[in-house]
T-cell receptor
Framework: NAGVTQTPKFRILKIGQSMTLQCTQD?????MYWYRQDPGMGLKLIYY???????DKGEVPNGYNVSRSTTEDFPLRLELAAPSQTSVYFC?????????????FGPGTRLTVL | AQKITQTQPGMFVQEKEAVTLDCTYDTSDQSYGLFWYKQPSSGEMIFLIYQGSYDEQNATEGRYSLNFQKARKSANLVISASQLGDSAMYFCAMSAGANNLFFGTGTRLTVIP
């Protein structure tokens, strides 16, 4: 199993550009998540999905959109990039929710907006 | 609301010694889970250990143990026999009802040879 994969690993965007961060998992997990990690900080939830066709906002959703058309894929879309979106983005997946919710993380995408 | 607090921005430990990384949490839920993740300089998030709120015994995984004190709402990570490869950021996280993890700000551990 590859686990959770993310592409690209690095990206530099200009202000106002848009892009999609790709995330794929091969563990047949229902739950998927997008987090961002700002320098020196912990992770904050952007969006999550409990299954194909179902998504919901997390703590910091502004400026982002997601879709979940399949169990495996959970892309994150930035429509109008801003310097405040410079961060490392992690995708994660889990089999369950609530109490025991071990999340498996992808390697991250480092995004810089100039 | 859920909150995780890690008050130690950085810690140093001598190789082969034990170290405790502090974590306190706040939640009104009765059922919750506490996790520790390791983030080495390469950036990936590595799951270390889990403690459920109803677990009566402290969790252990190899050299990692979780000192769970429910009344004090603390979930400290103990690393025994520190190794150079333990140098990394360590994050405490909590899952409580909602479908995500709440993370603390992390502790940077440096193991000194």
């Amino acid at each position: 199993n590859a686990g959770v994969t993310q592409t690209p690993k690095f990206r530099i965007l200009k202000i106002g550009q848009s892009m999609t961060l790709q995330c794929t998992q091969d563990m047949n997990h229902n739950y998927m998540y997008w987090y961002r990690q700002d320098p020196g900080m912990g992770l904050k939830l952007i969006y999550y999905s409990v299954g194909a066709g179902i998504t919901d906002k997390g703590e910091v959703p502004n400026g982002y959109n997601v879709s979940r058309s399949t169990t495996e894929d959970f892309p994150l879309r930035l429509e109008l990039a801003a310097p405040s979106q410079t961060s490392v983005y992690f995708c994660a997946s889990s089999y369950t929710s609530g109490g025991y919710n071990e999340q498996f993380f992808g390697p991250g995408t480092r995004l810089t907006v100039l | 609301a859920q909150k995780i607090t890690q008050t130690q921005p950085g810690m140093f430990v001598q190789e082969k010694e034990a170290v405790t990384l502090d974590c306190t949490y706040d939640t009104s839920d009765q059922s919750y889970g506490l996790f520790w993740y390791k983030q080495p300089s390469s950036g990936e998030m590595i799951f270390l250990i889990y403690q459920g709120s109803y677990d009566e015994q402290n969790a252990t995984e190899g050299r990692y143990s979780l000192n769970f004190q429910k009344a004090r709402k603390s979930a400290n990570l103990v690393i025994s026999a520190s190794q150079l490869g333990d140098s990394a950021m360590y994050f405490c996280a909590m899952s409580a009802g909602a479908n995500n993890l709440f993370f603390g700000t992390g502790t940077r551990l440096t193991v000194i040879p």
